[in-house]
């Protein structure tokens, strides 16, 4: 994977269980947003924007599963690992990409690894932070883009830990696509985009993002 890109998209979780309607834990509005998921995804692909997508990797021995769930730190059983819910939809696969699991690697075996990469990774997590994948900000200070362009679901929870670690470890440069994401809660996303918004991260539509490209 090409270093220092200008700009890296960050794909965030858009996975069957979460975008489709008949997904496991579908989030409202998803399915909508797959239009644009797919222009990002196409648009990255023809131009040479690199792409880092995370994705939810669980079993049922994880601490988030409960068949009891209170949907802010347990939810119900999703992206199992090996179900057609866990896999990435059709408007954003990367077939391409080089997984990074939750096995910790070295520095120097991340950059081997993305020397690999092509234009794509994937990060797999069994938590809604993807930095608690302990390869992902490696990732990050090894590729060192100018700008990360976040999108996919959901916008109040993975989301939110996705930009917010961002922004934790200094990458001021972000952009959100509000037309690329959807909340499993209206009014807390809404909240949220404003939050960010004060805080320097950019809020773009599709068209916008792809006519900076």
């Known amino acids: 994977m090409r270093r220092r890109p200008d700009t890296l998209f960050w794909d965030v979780d858009t996975q069957v269980d979460f975008v489709r309607e008949s997904g496991a834990l579908y989030v409202p509005g998803a399915e909508k947003a797959t239009s ?16 880092v997508a ?11 599963i409960s068949d009891e769930p209170d949907f802010r730190t347990t939810y119900p059983p999703h992206c199992m690992h090996g179900t057609p819910g866990q ?11 080089v997984v990074f699991d939750r096995d910790e690697l070295s520095e120097a075996e991340v950059r081997r690894r993305l020397d690999d990469a092509g234009r794509a990774v994937l ?38 830990f996705t930009v917010e670690g961002l922004l934790a470890r200094g990458r001021s440069d972000l952009v959100v696509v509000t037309d690329a994401t959807a909340a499993l809660d209206e009014e807390r ?8 918004s004060a805080r320097g991260v950019r809020l773009a539509t599709t ?4 006519a900076e490209l």
Not at 207 to 210: A, H, I, K, R, T
Request: with cysteine.
């Open 36 to 51: 644009n998921l797919a222009r990002l995804t196409g648009a990255a692909r023809d131009r040479g924007v690199p792409v």
């Open 54 to 64: 995370s994705a939810d990797d669980h079993r049922a021995s994880d601490a988030e």
């Open 87 to 97: 896999e990435k939809v059709r408007e954003t696969s990367l077939p391409e990409a």
């Open 123 to 160: 990060v797999l997590k069994n938590q809604v932070d993807v930095f608690t994948n302990p390869n992902t900000e490696k990732i990050v200070d090894e590729i060192d883009p100018g700008r990360i362009v976040v999108y996919g679901v959901a916008l109040d929870v993975c989301n939110r």
């Open 189 to 196: 996303g809404r909240r949220l985009l404003d939050e960010w």
């Open 207 to 210: 068209d916008e993002v792809l």
